[in-house]
């Protein structure tokens, strides 16, 4: 059943965040001893760096991942009356505040939403879904998003992001160190257990940015059987969304230059590539799986 999938993604994603700053904990001692043999120290720089960024990146969330997909706002229903007044309605039924409504200039169909809470939630959609969809398909978009708004999935999104650029940042600190004259020597230097500490550490840092990112799409993945759910929830018409699905997986990719990567699963479907990934690299659950899901309500 649809529902036991939702309440198992919701533990699964309290795990998957839970493990996250596990790993961001791991990340911070291996950088701490690489650099200076101090866990503490890489401890300490990383709950700065952490604060630091994760508030930055929270604040300005909408801002930051509008402009990184190129989107431009509208000022009013005049500029895009359908899909204004769409959202517009799905925010009601859902009981939100409106949100801010973006376009992206790009001939496939996608949308998604971002924000770190209601009150100040936008939704993007591309021209593509505009022209290729029908009034009931857009509404199961519009409502699918309008779950991640309610459900405040673009909070956990947000922090997945600023989790997974924090990790970048730090592995890219201890293993530019190497260039700038390695690690500190010491006294220590040569016993063995200090020679295996580094190397240790040094693949951690390595490794850290791709175990980071398979985190941020299991927990993308995990949130998109709920938003569907939520999505039939709000128009009571699961064909509007399934239609909308399989149009979307029909289409070609979005232009390259439309998409931050680190935005692509934030959209109602991988918006860089339709070909089957690994389940570890994807983005979304495999459309097919969604539609069947949908279909059995």
Known sequence: MLYDQINQNKRKTVMLFIGFFMFLAIVGAALGYFMWRSVSMGLLITLIVGIVYVGYVYSQSTDIVMQMNHAQELQGPDDAPELWHIVEDMSLVAQVPMPRVFIINDPSPNAFATGNNPNNAAVAATTGILQRLSRDELEGVMAHEMTHVRNYDIRIQTLAVALTSVIALLANL????????????????????????????????????????????????????????????????????????????????????????????????????????????????????????????
Request: hydrophobic share 40%; charged share 20%.
């Open 174 to 297: 201890g293993t530019n160190f190497m260039f700038w004259g390695g690690s500190r020597r010491d006294s220590d230097n040569n016993s063995g257990s200090n020679i295996v500490g580094i190397l240790v550490s040094l693949l951690v840092l390595i490794l850290a940015p791709v175990m980071g990112t398979i985190v941020q799409l299991a927990i993308s993945r995990n949130r998109e059987y709920l938003a569907d759910a939520g999505a039939v929830e709000l128009t009571r018409n699961p064909q509007g969304l399934i239609s909308a699905l399989q149009k979307i997986s029909q289409s070609e990719p979005m232009q390259e230059d439309n998409v931050a990567p680190s935005s692509a699963g934030l959209y109602i479907s991988n918006p860089l590539s339709r070909e089957k990934m690994s389940d570890l690299f994807a983005t979304h659950p495999p459309m097919d799986q969604r539609i069947a899901a949908l279909e059995k309500l």
